[in-house]
């Protein structure tokens, strides 16, 4: 299970995957920008595995939801503006789409923006770490958040250093 700011996601015992909350940018992943004040199941499988919630802590309902299949596959929904789903774009999704990597990953972190202010901004970064012991990282740059050395911004997950013991 995962709280974001202002929605939620979790797994089931049986492997189904759950979510509840704001839903502006489809960060619930039922195909809507519909909000939910009950758990609503997405899809129909029966594989999932984790589950990760960021979201934006400003009042325009934006979030962004990655999830790992029991294969290893990663999926991302929700808001996209700096590339945190990692799909290659900054194309909302309102479904779970996979992302293109391979399918060997076993944590993901979606990372979050505070925007107390200016104007909507979407979660900003994501990172995650595959069965090989390899770190990714990938969205927005800012501050050099990604660890990658520079300051730009990844809408493709970006290998952060040669070690595998992470």
Do not use: C, K, Y
């Not at 992943?29 to 199941?41: K, L, V």
């Amino acid at each position: 299970m995962s709280a974001g700011f202002n929605h939620t996601v979790a797994t089931r015992t049986d492997g189904s995957l759950w979510a509840w909350g704001a839903n502006g940018s489809g960060q619930l992943g039922d195909g809507t920008t519909t909000g939910r004040n009950m758990p609503t199941r997405i899809g129909l499988d029966n594989d999932w595995v984790f589950v990760s919630a960021g979201s934006n802590s400003n009042l325009n309902n934006f979030g962004t939801t990655l999830a790992i299949r029991n294969n290893g596959s990663l999926w991302a929904w929700g808001a996209n503006s700096t590339g945190q789903l990692g799909d290659g774009t900054t194309a909302q999704r309102n479904i779970p789409v996979l992302i293109q990597l391979g399918t060997a990953w076993t944590v993901v972190s979606a990372g979050g923006f505070n925007n107390s202010g200016s104007g909507g901004i979407s979660p900003a970064h994501t990172a995650g770490i595959r069965a090989d012991g390899t770190f990714w990282t990938w969205g927005l740059n800012g501050n050099g958040r990604l660890g990658d050395g520079t300051t730009t911004q990844r809408t493709s997950p970006v290998e952060i250093s040669l070690d595998r013991d992470w």
